[in-house]
């Protein structure tokens, strides 16, 4: 990954350049109601940063390509300016492209489709997941997930998320669901509170249980739809069968209990003790595993 050599503020080239000459290679989307706020700090205090500029096609076309600074470039013209300040910078296109790649990232908010979008441009342009995740101080696995995301083309899903439906991350979630329809009912879920980031994995895996038992009755004809309504009734079912395996095993742990205090206590009759080396039994046995009971006289 090439890198531009940091220059000090006093060797950096800056001049102001006509606006109708500047090309934007990579443009991007913005909250319309923020920018104009935008607009108006630079009508009034002025533009109080430069935007940048590569100049190595302008004897060519006339034409310089902008790295970063297109709201500012925006915001000049919609205030009907003709020229704007930029630092000037020379470098082949291909690094142009991507320092502008690396600004959109710094600027788009973590957990949104257009931070997630900006991560797949840079893999398109050769990146290596190690380079993204440097580069977007995140962990790889993050980086794979969100790039993943879009590659598959998940619609529903990032609609979802540019919508504020649901985080990303549980749109990655989701998006590891092996089935389409399967992935609807879990937004569908999500959508009636049914279903969130930390249930998530329990209502899948309860779906796969499902899966796994028609498997084993033989069930080879077509699968009958899965709903909203039929997931509910499994949470509920697997919950009722849960609660009922916990209050069976209090239970046998309270016996279990009861049983060891009566033989503690019987132990310490100095009697039964006697009577018991007299038959060659004297030696209490241990038990296996570990009991909160005190087991010895």
Same mark, same amino acid.
């Given at each position: 990954?090439? $890198?531009? =050599?940091?220059?000090?503020?006093?060797?950096?080239?800056?001049?102001?350049?006509?606006?109708?000459?500047?090309?934007?290679?990579?443009?991007?989307?913005?909250?319309?109601?923020? #920018?104009?706020?935008?607009?108006?700090?630079?009508?009034?205090?002025?533009?109080?940063?430069?935007?940048?500029?590569?100049?190595?096609?302008?004897?060519?076309?006339?034409?310089?390509?902008?790295?970063? !600074?297109?709201?500012?470039?925006?915001?000049?013209?919609?205030?009907?300016?003709?020229?704007?300040?930029?630092?000037?910078?020379?470098?082949?296109?291909?690094?142009?492209?991507?320092?502008?790649?690396?600004?959109?990232?710094?600027? &788009?908010?973590?957990?949104?489709?257009?931070?997630?979008?900006?991560?797949?441009?840079?893999?398109?342009? !050769?990146? $290596?997941?190690?380079?993204?995740?440097?580069?977007?101080?995140?962990?790889?696995?993050?980086?794979?997930?969100?790039?993943?995301?879009?590659?598959?083309?998940?619609?529903?899903?990032?609609? *979802?998320?540019?919508?504020?439906?649901? =985080?990303? &991350?549980? %749109?990655?979630?989701?998006?590891?669901?092996?089935?389409?329809?399967?992935?609807?009912?879990?937004?569908? /879920?999500?959508?009636?509170?049914?279903?969130?980031?930390?249930? #998530? @994995?329990?209502?899948?895996?309860?779906?796969?249980?499902?899966?796994?038992?028609?498997?084993?009755? *033989?069930?080879?004809? =077509? %699968?009958?739809?899965?709903?909203?309504? $039929?997931? $509910?009734?499994?949470?509920?079912?697997?919950?009722? %069968?849960?609660?009922? #395996?916990?209050?069976?095993?209090? *239970?046998?742990? !309270?016996? +279990? #209990?009861?049983?060891?205090?009566?033989?503690?206590?019987?132990?310490?009759?100095?009697?039964? %003790?006697? +009577? +018991?080396? /007299?038959? *060659?039994? !004297?030696?209490?046995?241990?038990?296996?595993?570990?009991?909160?009971?005190?087991? &010895? @006289?």
């Amino acid at each position: 990954m090439k $890198t531009t =050599p940091i220059l000090l503020m006093k060797d950096r080239r800056r001049e102001m350049i006509p606006i109708d000459t500047i090309r934007v290679i990579n443009s991007r989307t913005r909250d319309e109601g923020q #920018f104009a706020l935008n607009v108006q700090s630079i009508e009034a205090n002025g533009q109080l940063k430069d935007i940048r500029v590569n100049d190595k096609f302008v004897a060519k076309d006339g034409h310089y390509e902008l790295i970063c !600074g297109e709201g500012r470039l925006i915001a000049q013209k919609r205030l009907g300016r003709t020229h704007i300040r930029a630092e000037v910078v020379t470098c082949t296109r291909k690094q142009a492209y991507l320092e502008s790649l690396v600004e959109n990232l710094a600027r &788009s908010r973590p957990g949104t489709m257009e931070f997630a979008r900006e991560l797949k441009n840079l893999r398109d342009e !050769g990146w $290596t997941y190690e380079q993204i995740a440097q580069v977007a101080c995140r962990s790889l696995e993050y980086v794979r997930q969100y790039i993943r995301l879009v590659e598959n083309g998940e619609d529903r899903l990032i609609q *979802g998320v540019e919508h504020d439906i649901f =985080p990303i &991350s549980f %749109a990655i979630l989701v998006a590891q669901a092996d089935d389409t329809s399967i992935q609807n009912v879990l937004m569908d /879920a999500f959508d009636q509170g049914i279903v969130n980031s930390q249930n #998530f @994995a329990r209502a899948r895996a309860i779906i796969a249980a499902r899966k796994d038992q028609r498997k084993r009755k *033989g069930n080879r004809g =077509p %699968a009958p739809d899965y709903t909203v309504a $039929t997931l $509910t009734n499994d949470i509920v079912n697997a919950t009722q %069968a849960k609660d009922s #395996f916990v209050r069976e095993a209090q *239970g046998k742990e !309270g016996r +279990l #209990f009861m049983l060891l205090d009566g033989l503690t206590t019987l132990w310490k009759d100095e009697a039964l %003790a006697e +009577l +018991l080396r /007299a038959e *060659g039994v !004297g030696e209490r046995p241990e038990l296996a595993g570990t009991y909160n009971v005190a087991l &010895s @006289a």
